[in-house]
């Protein structure tokens, strides 16, 4: 029999109902291993295998459900070799296509709950049950609470499971019964349970904001004649006191929080490369640049999230800088992955020192050997060392100084490549206001409820493209997708960062083609659950550009008002504010009315107040939106 993966029996979760101990390996070979996979993005750096027995091997705890999988031995892919399944995965959302393992995790029920996160929760005073059965098993569901009986609705369908869904019109201590008719005619009661369901921990600052999100150096130069780090980086030169100048604007917009992509001291442009996280770019303004930008955010309401690069440090950072020259006798060796000593050659050096153009100096030093992980392999970006405890305290001192300094949340980058446990252990450190959001670009589920508030909603975002831009799937499959990551997330899905596009995707008005098509979109993205951002320039309908890799759409922000879209500025304007001033499409209950075809229909409902959505999306042809109260 070829050795698979291996479970490792099942377990109640708090927040999954139940997961599952697997334990995945393969051959020893290679200085380093990782398991990747559909739950980190297929990235390396979050599961770190450990040698033993001539094999690589990791333990990681999973819930039920079909998984896909691979190994990354000293950087390379490669399928489990031991496991004949195997299938083509392919994402969208990163642009991700490969044959993969395929890993089933099921513990046989035919009927499943339990009185956890994701199946029992409250929110806005409405509490959330659901029950999950095998394909094929459940004709219908009621449950029973306090003398009533309500009938579930199929809410959604994996690979393995159907889901059920009763929304209870009150919250507080519960309990509850199944009563459940098989397709084969059996009747099955399951139960009693009691519980208090789950409420979101967030701050409730979240929930009523419209992000805007900016690459400084592509939003406005305020400050003219400064010195930039390298040349030919691509560098446009926008700053922090450009966005200053610019906050009217902002304001006038209507978004009430933004997220800044890197603005710490770096050699590159998009700033992903820190040499010193403790200071603002002085090609940005330096630290009071800093502080005048908070002051005009806080007088006018708005928050301020900043993006933290913990994953890795650029290769200029001090700590790394310490390490080349000390070798193994550096105080720093074991805050980075170093695979030998010493960690870049003499010629390596010798390179990175010539009067070489920057652009040929870089691709000169990419096609040399060293002796560290870095992040996809970048020499610029080595990985730093998530199992050493001082590696943690840094993350948390500067966090909590930028907190402290006028920030009030966090984007963390590349956080599907951190191990979940240490940003665990990092949120605990947090103050309850500061919300926390990490880059996971597909599953999300092991980053949620006691790691992230929420993620980047990558997730979401691949059913966007699916319906919205390729037209892969229609009205029926778009809607099963939204009700099967709700089922998913539970209550997180209300604190995830929704978006059309970002600083590492396409603008989406370039995907769909024309103006009212990606009004089409950002009107379902404004009405649907979780917290929405745009990208700057998408209010004006800035277009990409041609450019190397992730920079298409990084286009310079354009500051002449005549080379707008004057239409696209106003729709968007009226739906954010419709967005802030609505609490039912903030934080009320999603019920599907017509999910047929070409045509989506829903309402948001909170209390007395609901909101109707109306959106027409033929595949040639003008699409239409309605949204009104009713």
Known sequence: M???????????????????????????????????????????????MEPRGGRWTIKVRLPEGVWH??????????????????ETYRRLSYKFKRDVSVAVIDAGDWIFHAPSTTYVYTIAGRTHVLLRGKHGVIKWAELKTGGETFRMRKKAESELFEYFEVV?????????????????????ELGPFRTAPYKPDAPDWVFDRVFYQIMPDRFAVGIRGKTLPLEGEFFHGGDLKGIVEHIDHLESLGVNALYLTPIFESMTYHGYDIVDYYHVASRMGGDEAFEELVNALKERGMKLVLDGVFHHTSFFHPWFQ??????????YRDF??????????????????????????????????????????VWLMPRLNHDNPAVREFVVEVMEHWLREGADGWRLDVAHG???????????????????FGEVMDDARLWILDVFHGTMNYPLYELLLRFFVEREIDAEEFLNGLELLSARLGPAEYL?????????????????????????????????KGIPSIFYGDEIGLRGQRGPGLSVGRTPMIWDSRKWNGDLLEATKRLIALRKKSRAIQLGAFVPVKFEGDEIVYDRVLGDEGVRVVITYPKSGECSFEVRFF
């Open 322 to 331: 310490d390490v080349i020259r000390k070798g193994e006798e550096s105080e």
């Open 69 to 86: 999988y691979g190994f990354s031995i000293g950087g390379e892919f490669e399928r489990d070799g031991e496991n004949p399944r195997e």
């Open 168 to 188: 209870l019109p009150r919250e507080g201590e519960i309990e509850y019964s199944f009563e459940i008719l098989t397709l084969r005619g059996k009747t099955v």
């Open 418 to 436: 951190v191990p979940p446990d240490f940003w665990r252990r990092v949120r605990r450190g947090m103050p309850a206001t500061a919300y926390l």
């Open 496 to 528: 995830m960062y929704n978006f059309l596009d970002n600083h590492d995707t396409e603008r989406f008005i370039d995907l769909v083609g024309d103006e009212r098509r990606y009004l089409c979109a950002l009107t379902f993205l404004m009405t649907y």
């Open 2 to 48: 070829m050795k698979v993966y291996k479970t490792f029996g099942f377990e109640y979760d708090w927040r999954f109902g139940r997961v599952a101990l697997v334990e995945f390996s393969t051959p020893l070979r290679g200085k380093w291993a990782y398991l990747v996979g559909s739950f980190n993005a297929f990235n390396e750096g979050s599961f770190r």
């Open 336 to 377: 980075y992955r170093i695979t030998g000593f010493p960690v870049v050659s003499n010629e390596f050096v010798e390179a990175l020192k010539s009067d070489e153009p920057w652009v040929e100096k870089y691709t000169k030093l990419k096609g040399m050997d060293w002796n560290y992980e870095g992040f996809f392999s």
